[in-house]
């Protein structure tokens, strides 16, 4: 079990897609599908909907929280968002879609090592209180 | 939550000002929270970015605003919009009903929120602006950079629906460039190594703006050796070229941006952690950097990015007395609806319309399809423009000067002044 820093709270589980690259929020995936479209991202092409999206930092652009509720608002934002380096683009535009569609998309920060931890799981639980765990059927038995 | 709060903004939190306002709060203090700042400052004014159309969710979160009679604090002006408000036919709606529709609609939005709809990315060349020494919110940035640096104002580079909060709220979390200690100068660029010429050439703010980004990274540089600046115009450039190559939120000029009168001030007592010294070389590279086709042929050419100002215009106008852009080349100047009343008022617009010049106000030509004629050969003479416009457009930018960008306009096919690039900088 790894304690995040809460950046935007909430409830989330989904398969890890771990990124190797920090993606904007702006610009460089498609908020009409999801789908990571920036040219120069070494994972063009893969979705980024409905996963836990973890990266060490995001890029940033003025209007990234604008990406963030707008792809809140059209069910293709990741599950929940982990990062290393806090970011406040991200935190707002998960509160501001949250507020205006009742959706949340928790946005959390870990240390390097728990990242390093975390990025390898295939599928993550993340608590309101800011616990991430591997989801329950996922512990293996013993 | 570390923040200290007055009555009124625990009121707010609790929703004695409505829901808004309340949503208002909360962003500023997880905005607080992240920033690690101890409490909130008072602002004196906003530049508004959210009124640029990202997709519905700002027309939403405008509406909410709205819905629920939000009122903002500060005087609080606009920046450029996706489309044109003073001129539907530049980006008709058929091409995009969705987009032009929307973004229209989120424009009006701020308009009945009370913002000053003054639609620009250089709301610093309007008279009544902030001044010295003022806190305020911008989250366009070059205007961050400009504000920061010439004015002297004090603003972090805020995002969307953040901005609106702390222009509600009318405070912003006392942290990062807010602070004097934060504003200290890390990097030394000497630029001896340059002929006093060529820095009174307004191109040489554009590539040394290009060079400054790309180098500094996170630091604030101070840049030593300009001359004095008759015009803020070259200012303008270097801040728009180091904020879009390098994120560059504040650098100073030594005896020419007003927290460095000396490179001791500047430094704030301390000692740079780097000394650099600008060569030519510097210079070529940057040119090349901004240059992504060959010379030839021209589609169009593009001025005022970041907006051109009413010094700019009286430059361009001798550059075109008499003179006719090439029958099918596309002459855009972007600029605000200020300084075109401004330039207007001049006969200058009629005069540039004569040469086959097109002056659009309230929005700019890199926002893909802003304008019709915008593909192939583009030329500029905007470091920022042609930093983004071959991602944004898919277009071939020519980076050159105003004379030159003028001549070749004329000619229809890139033209270089020998007299810029024969000095060892081509």
Redesign the interface.
Known sequence: MISARI??KGAAEGEVLALAAPLSF?GAFD?RNGVIIDIHHPQRGQCISGKVLMMRETR????????M??A??LGTAPAAIILIR????L???A???Q???GRSCPVLSVNTEDYETLAVASTLAIAPDGRITPPPRAVPRG | MSVTLDDRDRGRLEGAEGPALE?AM??VL??AD??EARSLIPISFAHI??C?Y?????V??AQ?LLDHDARLAVPAWTNNGVVSLADPEIRPEAGDPQMVKGARRLMQLYEKLGCRPVWTCAPYQLPGGPKFGEHIVA???NAVSFYNSVIGARTN??????DVACALIGKAPYAGLHLVEARRGDILIRTTGIAADWKSENIFYHLLGHHVGRLAGQAIPVIDGLPPQDTTDGLKALSAAAAASG?IELWHATGVTPEAATNEHAFQGGTPTRILDLTPDDLARARRDLTSARDGPLDMVALGTPHFSLTEFARLMPLIAGRKAKPGLAFYVSTSRYVRDEAASRGWIADLEKFGAIVIADTCTYYSPAVRNCRGRIMTNAAKWAYYAPGMLGVEVCFGSLAECVESAVRGETWRDPRLWTNGLA
């Open positions: 950046l935007h702006w908020p940033g652009s003025g209007t990234a929280p604008g990406g509720a707008e809140i608002r806090p970011d406040i683009n935190a707002i535009g509160m501001v879609a507020q205006l569609y | 949503l909360r962003l997880a905005a992240i920033l970015d959210a640029f990202a997709g519905e969710a700002h939403d979160f909410y989250g366009e940035s580079k805020y995002g969307d629906y953040l994120g």
